[in-house]
């Protein structure tokens, strides 16, 4: 069955860095679209950055563009978020889910059918 494992979290101080990495497993295809998203207690899930596994296009939320990168590596069937500059209102459970086919840009959480089990990112000033 399908499986999203993330792992990276944890506590940083502002203006440090944070890989978050997601190992995906199951599809049958090779196409698929990866989305993180994140989310604060009480709160929506938030489309953070989203990369088609074949392509590499990578998408962007427009206000974190510039500080987070996202990244997939196709022979390990993992996708990598690396955050710089982190700031405290990063805070936020962070969650890779993914969906075959192609990114077109970030999508509803509810698009998505597969989810990692989340990790924290902890920012403090």
């Known amino acids: 069955q399908v499986q999203l494992v993330e792992s990276g979290g944890g506590s940083v101080q502002a203006g440090g860095s944070l890989t978050l990495s997601c190992v995906v497993s199951g599809f049958t295809t090779d196409v698929i679209c990866v989305e993180w998203f994140r989310q604060v207690p009480g709160g929506e899930f938030e489309g953070v950055a989203a990369i088609t596994t074949t392509s590499g296009i990578p998408f962007y939320a427009n206000s974190l563009r510039g500080r987070f990168t996202i990244s997939r590596n196709r022979a390990k069937r993992s996708v990598s978020l690396q955050m710089n500059s982190l700031k405290p209102e990063d805070t936020a459970t962070y969650y890779c889910?993914?969906?075959?086919?192609?990114?077109?840009?970030?999508?509803?959480?509810?698009?998505?059918?597969?989810w990692g089990q989340g990790t924290q990112v902890i920012v403090s000033s």
């Open positions: 889910a993914a969906r075959s086919g192609v990114c077109v840009g970030l999508r509803s959480s509810q698009e998505f059918g597969y």
